[in-house]
């Protein structure tokens, strides 16, 4: 091969490997457990795995020598089946890996067996599950044995061939699991054919079917009497069979996928068959057979004149000789045949005497050139190893398509190599036989290859590809207007307009590669001004794109494009002047739409719409949208509604602009008054635009009443009226404005002076009482006769009278009251209450009425023998000191040292000028105008504690809240908490 390193290598592996028991006959080998039959018929066991080898005689019982004909193992290397020529015919064993006596199949006595099929998938250590036997006489045979029960469990007769008796001479078999059941793949040869069988379930039942239909084989010329035949397993699968036929080596792929799976059944599970002819193997015109094959993942290993000639699968050339080491005389027979193990992925060779092992040093490492030299180019990439080989790979693909004139092809091939051809030298080519095309496609198919780490080469590829894409455009647009472009859309060829779409495919996808100065002056250099447009789009120049769109008087596009959420809102505002200009409708809608938009900042641009002129019956698009911030989204800015309130004040009508100023913007906030507009403002504007009645309703709003109704009457007195009913809170400003306008009523009347009077006194009825005749007489002229108020005046009089008769019914009823107050006060010092002789205290439980010192409270004379007590309107009673002690302990602090305070004092001041009190004091005893300082202290002192029943007050509602330990108790709370003390414990002894 090219890499000039060997791929298989013969070593030995055993002299005497047949220990003295004869000559070697036969070989088997799995799992790395070789088992050899001797011509005196033993049966050696090498176990290559750890376990221990053994030999086993099995002519033991019988004599002359026996020679083993054939031996079986399975791939896990534990059940081995062989067959011994007697006398009588030959004999079948079954022997275990654990066992040291072989079992004698006594179903098979007189059948020769040539060949064994096991169930790789399904077999266990402790049982073979389904094996076939092929027999020299032509028939197949299932056997089932168990290693616990030591004998087999049936043997039972699957097929007999009857159109050609020949021997079974190697079997092969695959299962694979469908539908809950089992599909059996079998393959056997014969001298002269390939049989296939298949189908779904027991074994039995797949060849019961073969009794009434022909069976699939594949007859090839010629006999060989060692027909063998092999499955490559890989990963527990056959991939690849091959059949030592006498015509050659047949040989193929195995298929066991889901288009087999029918119940009929196809046997036809082949595929890539090919026949290798012995005529490659030798000389020319020289055929030899090989004696024994072996197969690997991509070669065949023959057996031929001792040696073994390595044949690749794929290509069929010999790539290595294998020479044998005969060292022994015993060796000149030569060797006699290859086993393979398929689950250890060896090979070995053996003659009379030794075993020889054949290596293999990754047979893979130089397929990828095999399938190169037969063009599948699909394969020889699967196999390659390193970048190195894929560029040759796509080399070869590239040149075959360079000389066939398929340039973009061979672009497409060129762009994925990365070591064999430099950038510089590819592009040259095509540069050199002119494809544009097929360069830009290898620059973009480049690109895509690239790493990413790569900045600076794919800026510059990126870059070069977009000016390729722009000649080709350019180059286009030529051929159309020269008329050559036969496929036309509108006067632009179909393949332009493809290419104008590749091209901005191509900046979308490469926005973040490109360099955007470099890529802006070639865009402008070839006049591609959309194409300038969309590239600034994705780069986010939006100003520029929006710019553009202006120029070409594409409002509703340069608003798109500002309505976009990555735009900056700045630009709205840059832009808004140029658009409300442009169309005022879709700006302004477009504004409208824009939720985060301060409408502040769209000022200017409002402005200057509204100083152009615009028809009367056209929309006004700024107030339009002025009325949506004010009202919809309830915008509070005084420059905003001062220029809407601008905007109304100049419409013909007046009623919008009223309605404005009436509406309550602000209603609901806690400061600041209902209006959001600047009034001084407002009333310049209104009185610059002679807006009267508006200027009425500012003054009004202001608090400027006067000017309002002033106003008011030089436009209309009933506005005035109104105005004036307006102030409430203020009579006399009321009064005021009401005579304001009388005044005014009484000047502007025209008619007779009767008709006036008769005018004004119905005037004085609107004001409801607020104006009297004797108000408005200073307006009428000095020479009016008195006869003409005479009745109006009649009327004030009585209305005085009525009032002067009220004053004095409120002044007898106040009379009659303070009596009854007096009355009162009399009876309070008549006041008294009974206390029974066995009516308790309420704080201490003792008799009120029992004479003692005990209960003396300090600051109180004792009547009598009797302690001073208080007796409450609801029945309680209560000691002196006791209801002391009870209110202090049960009011705040506050209030506490305020009573003990006076206590103290009323202590101090000793009993000298005491007046003596009667044995029962009442709370309710009136208090003398004239106190002495020890009177008032005992009255403050009475009415600190005994303003209430302790029991029936509030004092007792409180007491209800109260927690039962104070905030303040917590520390003696806390005090009596018991708290375990580490290592301090001390056990004390209890005397029982």
Request: net charge negative; glycine share 6%.
């Amino acid at each position: 091969m090219s890499s000039g390193r060997h791929i298989f290598s013969v070593d030995t592996l055993e002299r005497y490997a047949a220990k003295g028991h004869g000559v070697i006959t036969c070989m088997a080998a799995g799992n790395n457990v070789i088992v050899i039959g001797t011509s005196k018929g033993w049966l050696i066991r090498h176990d290559f795995g750890g376990l221990d080898s053994y030999d086993l005689d099995l002519s033991s019982s019988r004599m002359g020598d026996q020679p083993v004909h054939s031996v079986f193992l399975d791939p896990g290397g534990s059940h081995c089946i062989a067959t011994v020529l007697c006398t009588g015919g030959a004999e079948t064993f079954y022997i275990h890996a654990k066992w040291r006596k072989p079992r004698i199949l006594a179903k098979l006595k007189g059948l020769m067996v040539n060949a064994v099929a096991w169930n790789r998938q399904q077999i266990t250590e402790a049982s073979t599950r389904e094996v076939i036997l092929g027999t020299d006489s032509g028939q197949l045979y299932e056997v089932f044995v168990d290693e616990k029960e030591k004998r087999e469990k049936y043997l039972r007769s699957l097929y007999e061939l009857s159109e050609l008796q020949e021997p079974f001479m190697d079997l092969q078999m695959e299962t694979t699991g469908t539908n809950n059941a089992t599909r059996y793949y079998v393959m056997a040869v014969t001298p002269t054919r390939l049989y296939s069988f298949t189908g779904m379930g027991a074994l039995d039942v797949v060849f019961s079917r073969y009794i009434d239909r022909a069976v699939h084989f594949m007859e090839l010329p010629g006999e060989i009497p060692n027909s063998e035949l092999h499955f490559f397993i890989k990963q527990r699968r056959a991939e690849h069979f091959a059949w030592l036929s006498g015509a050659g080596i047949y040989y193929g792929g195995l298929n066991f996928g889901s288009q087999h799976s029918s119940s009929n059944g196809d046997e036809n599970f082949v595929e890539n068959k090919a026949l290798l002819d012995y005529s490659k193997l030798g000389e020319v015109g020289e055929a030899i057979k090989p004696r024994s094959l072996a197969m690997t993942e991509f070669h065949f290993l023959l057996l031929i004149n001792n040696k073994v000639k390595v044949v690749n699968r794929i290509s069929q050339l010999i790539i290595e000789e294998l020479q044998f080491d005969h060292l022994l005389e015993s060796a000149a027979s030569g060797i006699i045949g290859l086993c393979s193990d398929a689950t250890a992925g060896v090979y070995y060779a053996y003659d009379q005497n030794s075993i020889y092992e054949v290596s293999v040093h990754d047979e893979g490492q130089d397929m990828w050139q095999v399938f190169l030299d037969m063009k599948d180019y699909t394969a020889a990439l699967a196999h390659c190893r390193n970048s190195y080989q894929r560029d040759q790979v796509f080399l070869v693909q590239a040149e075959a398509a360079f000389s066939a004139k398929d340039f973009l092809r061979a672009a497409s091939f060129y762009a994925k190599m990365n070591y064999i051809l430099s950038f510089e030298e590819i592009s040259l080519k095509f540069i050199g036989a002119g494809e544009q095309d097929a360069l830009r496609a290898f620059l973009l198919w480049r690109l895509d290859n690239l790493p990413k780490e790569d900045k600076c080469q794919i800026t510059l590829i990126s870059t070069w590809a977009s000016e390729l894409y722009l000649d080709k455009i350019n180059r286009l647009l030529l051929e159309d207007d020269a008329g050559v472009g036969s496929d036309t859309v509108e006067g632009v060829s179909s393949e332009y307009q493809t290419t104008v779409r590749e091209f901005k495919a191509f900046l979308s996808d490469c926005k973040d590669v490109l360099d955007e100065a470099t890529t802006v002056r070639l865009l402008e250099s070839y006049g591609r001004v959309d194409e300038l447009v969309y590239f600034a789009s994705l780069k986010g120049r939006y100003e520029t794109v929006v710019h553009h769109y202006i120029q070409l008087g594409e409002a509703r596009k340069a608003l798109e494009v500002l309505q976009k959420p990555s735009v900056p809102v700045e630009l709205q505002y840059k832009f808004s002047p140029d658009l409300i200009m442009l169309d005022a409708y879709e700006t302004v809608e477009a504004w409208m739409t824009t939720n985060n938009l301060d409408p502040r900042r769209l000022i200017p641009a409002m402005m200057r719409y509204s100083s152009e002129p615009h028809a009367k019956n056209e929309t006004h698009e700024v107030i339009k949208y002025l009325e949506f911030c004010v009202h919809r989204l309830q915008n509070e800015d005084p420059a905003v509604h001062n220029l809407l309130l601008a905007l109304y004040a100049k419409q013909d009508d007046e009623s919008a602009l009223l309605r404005f100023l009436q509406c309550k913007f602000g209603k609901g906030r806690t400061t600041g008054p209902d209006y959001c507009y600047d009034p001084k403002y407002a009333l310049r504007l209104c009185l610059k635009e002679r807006r009267m009645r508006s200027c009425i309703y500012i003054y009004g709003m202001m608090g400027m009443h006067e000017e309002a109704v002033a106003l008011a009457l030089r436009v209309d007195p009933e506005l005035a009226m109104a105005e004036a009913d307006k102030v409430e809170d203020d009579e006399d400003l009321r009064k005021k404005l009401w005579l304001m306008v009388a005044k005014h009523v009484i000047e502007q009347e025209k008619g007779s002076k009767r008709e006036n009077i008769r005018k004004a006194i119905a005037f004085l009825k609107e004001t409801d009482g607020l104006l009297k005749i004797e108000d408005i007489l200073p307006f009428f002229p000095d020479f009016a006769l008195i006869d003409d108020f005479k009745e109006a005046i009649c009327s004030s009089l009585e209305d005085y009278n009525k009032q002067i008769e009220l004053l004095k019914q409120e002044m007898n009823d106040a009379t009659h009251g303070a009596d009854n107050i007096r009355s009162d006060i009399s009876a309070l010092t008549q006041r008294y209450a009974v206390v029974g002789p066995d009516e308790e205290c309420g704080g201490c439980g003792r008799k009120i009425l029992i004479a003692g010192n005990s209960t003396r409270s300090r600051g109180y004379a004792p009547v009598g023998p009797l302690a001073p007590f208080y007796v409450f309107p609801c029945g309680h009673a209560f000691h002196a000191q006791c209801l002391i002690a009870h209110v202090t302990r049960c009011t705040d602090r506050t209030q506490a040292e305020y009573i003990l305070d006076l206590q103290k004092r009323l202590t101090l001041s000793g009993n000298q000028g005491q007046k003596d009190a009667a044995g029962i004091v009442d709370d309710s005893t009136s208090i003398a105008t004239s106190m002495s300082p020890l009177e008032k202290m005992r009255s403050q002192l009475d009415d600190a504690i005994a303003s209430e029943c302790p029991f029936c007050g509030d004092l007792m509602i409180r007491e209800i809240s109260l927690p039962f330990i104070l905030p303040e108790e917590a520390e003696s709370v806390a005090s009596w908490e018991i708290k375990q003390q580490l290592g301090s414990q001390k056990s004390i002894p209890i005397a029982i």
